[in-house]
């Protein structure tokens, strides 16, 4: 039709004058879209721009990583905890490892309290364990060794970065029991803190749980007054599963308490181990077994 535009409107054709008051509030629209569009694509920027270089809000991972690799956000320990389990002192100045360590500890058993400088823990009362680390903010940690070796009968296992020979030599010379090289595994840190309790421990320490007792010492066990006769790889999985009565003690731990932290061959090995001691003992329920987790003392 001359002299007139069409429209689509979904309604029918209008004339040119309606049209392009159409035309010209569709293009407001279009203008303001497009402005929209573009602050969204600067704020795109922007937050790439952000991740490229400093993050305005941290952005942590799902999981944070294991012991193993000794990193964590910084954050203050767990309090101490209070348990049956021996007592370990954390000397460790970065609170990210010192979480870590405080609570993979407690939920090992153990009754745990941490101190982040030299003269804290020269000031703290006797623990059964000391975990020292060599690098704290107001000394030399061999210094502290030292010092430590001189007034307590403490276990002292060094727990630090340097892996050079002259710096364990050092510590071990200064009075540590033990040298363990960060990164490393809470199984093995805890299998070195039983075997450093079982050497520096004099006495004959006794465990008992009902009618059950171990002699740390002389390596005896009894049910109910009688001794059993067990043999030492027996013995060595019994202490494991005795030193925390109740608490599920998983297949791999066992395995490294027992033989070493480097086991590599099948766990059906345990499997028979424990049926002997079972049999040996002849207590029903004693040693339980949690399908998919490991074993576990339970009541009697």
């Not at 049209?19 to 937050?47: D, F, N, P, V």
């Not at 490892?97 to 090992?108: C, E, N, P, W, Y």
């Not at 804290?120 to 061999?142: I, Q, R």
């Not at 079982?198 to 002389?218: A, K, S």
Request: hydrophobic content about 40%; aromatic content about 4%.
């Amino acid at each position: 039709m001359p002299g007139s535009s069409l429209v689509a409107t979904g309604v029918g054709p209008v004339d040119s004058q309606a049209a392009g008051a159409a035309a010209g509030h569709g293009l407001a629209e279009l203008a303001e879209a497009s402005r929209l569009s573009g602050l969204a694509g600067q704020t795109e920027r922007a937050g790439d721009d952000t991740a490229a270089g400093t993050p305005a809000r941290p952005r942590w991972p799902a999981c944070w990583p294991t012991l193993g690799c000794m990193t964590a956000p910084s954050a203050a320990p767990e309090p101490a905890a209070v348990g049956s389990g021996p007592s370990v002192l954390v000397v460790e100045d970065d609170m990210g490892i010192a979480s870590q360590l405080v609570r993979g500890l407690t939920r090992g058993g153990y009754q745990v309290d941490h101190v982040t400088t030299g003269g804290a823990a020269l000031a703290h009362s006797d623990p059964d364990v000391v975990l020292l680390d060599l690098e704290l903010p107001d000394g030399d940690g061999v210094n502290v060794c030292r010092k430590l070796r001189e007034r307590s009968t403490a276990a002292i296992i060094v727990v630090t970065a340097y892996g050079e020979e002259s710096d364990r030599v050092n510590a071990l010379d200064a009075g540590a029991d033990d040298y363990l090289v960060k990164p490393f595994g809470l199984a093995e840190l805890q299998a070195r803190i039983r075997a450093v309790l079982r050497r520096v421990r004099p006495g004959g320490e006794l465990i008992r749980h009902g009618p059950l007792t171990l002699d740390l010492r002389t390596k005896k066990v009894t049910v109910s007054g009688a001794e059993v006769p067990l043999t030492p790889k027996e013995f060595d999985i019994l202490e494991c599963l005795a030193l925390d009565p109740g608490r599920v003690v998983g297949r791999q731990e066992v395995l490294e308490a027992a033989w070493d932290s480097h086991w590599y061959g099948p766990t059906k090995v345990l499997d028979v181990h424990v049926a002997a001691i079972r049999r040996k003992l002849g207590v029903p329920g004693l040693i339980e077994t949690v399908y998919g987790r490991g074993f576990r003392l339970g009541e009697v």
